[in-house]
């Protein structure tokens, strides 16, 4: 990775290439000199590389700032603070090159006093800096790291978002309705579930746990389907669910996502 930086480094700059190029067809070889100069495009990772790399807080449930595009700030309540909001805006509040670089310079300003250096880290969403650390999109690359590292979808969809409303899901059901989903999922002769070729799931709500990424993922896709007895009117959604429903309320308590 330090050599890979470091070359795209130097391409940014320029450089003057000879380029050799072969007889072919009766033509003979012959050499030109060119000037060259490319970049990096695109770097692909999953979210946990992705925040070592730039030096972002991992994006868990625990970080107050999860996200290395933004500065969208996480709390630990039933409305999940600026993440919640889906019209926060995000080009308003984006990180920039400069906030970071400045960030790690207040971090760095604090190596001496590790409680007020991890107190600020926390509040910038930025990782403090160790000794001899080489922020190497940063500094051997000329870019802005968030603009050519797309989002990871395995992470931040099918284990993320897409989980917590699974998981939401399972945690208003009562007994009679973890019964049914459990029923829907044992199906296996003429099940139309799942798309062509695609392996039955285990069931959800006896084991989610178990589930992985691509599972989660499948599951999101079908997740209506196998609701399907439950959400089909709402008589049977009240006699399937643990929680008095409310159409301008309904949460599940805390412990009950936890025991998922």
Same mark, same amino acid.
């Given at each position: ?103 790690? +310079? ?103 746990? +178990? ?28 006699? +399937? ?20």
């Amino acid at each position: 990775m330090d050599l890979f930086c470091r070359l795209m480094g130097d391409l940014q700059k320029g450089c003057t290439a000879v380029v050799h190029f072969p007889a072919t067809d009766g033509e003979p070889a012959y050499v030109v000199k060119v000037f060259l100069r490319g970049g990096l495009l695109l770097l692909v990772a999953d979210s946990p590389q992705r925040a070592l790399m730039c030096y972002c807080k991992h994006p868990n449930s625990f970080s107050r700032f999860p996200c290395m595009y933004c500065m969208v700030e996480q709390t630990q309540d039933n409305e999940g603070g600026d993440l919640g909001d889906q019209l926060y805006d995000i080009v308003a509040n984006r990180r920039t090159r400069g906030l970071m670089l400045e960030g790690r +310079s207040q971090l760095e300003a604090l190596a001496s006093n590790p409680v007020q250096q991890g107190q600020l880290s926390s509040a910038l969403g930025v990782v403090a800096p160790q000794e001899g650390d080489v922020w190497l999109l940063f500094e051997a690359c000329d870019i802005v790291p968030s603009r050519v590292t797309p989002v990871e979808s395995l992470h931040a969809d099918a284990l993320n978002a897409q989980a917590l409303v699974q998981k939401y899901l399972i945690a208003l059901l009562n007994t009679k309705g973890r019964e049914l989903i459990s029923a829907t999922m044992r199906q296996r002769k003429g099940n139309n579930l799942y798309p062509p070729g695609a392996e039955p799931l285990k069931d959800p709500v006896a084991d989610y746990s +178990s589930l992985t990424g691509s599972d989660k993922w499948l599951l999101a896709s079908i997740v209506l389907l196998v609701f399907r007895a439950v959400f089909h009117t709402t008589a049977t959604m009240v006699s +399937s669910c643990s929680l008095t429903l409310n159409t301008q309320n309904m949460r599940v308590p805390t412990e009950a996502m936890q025991a998922i």
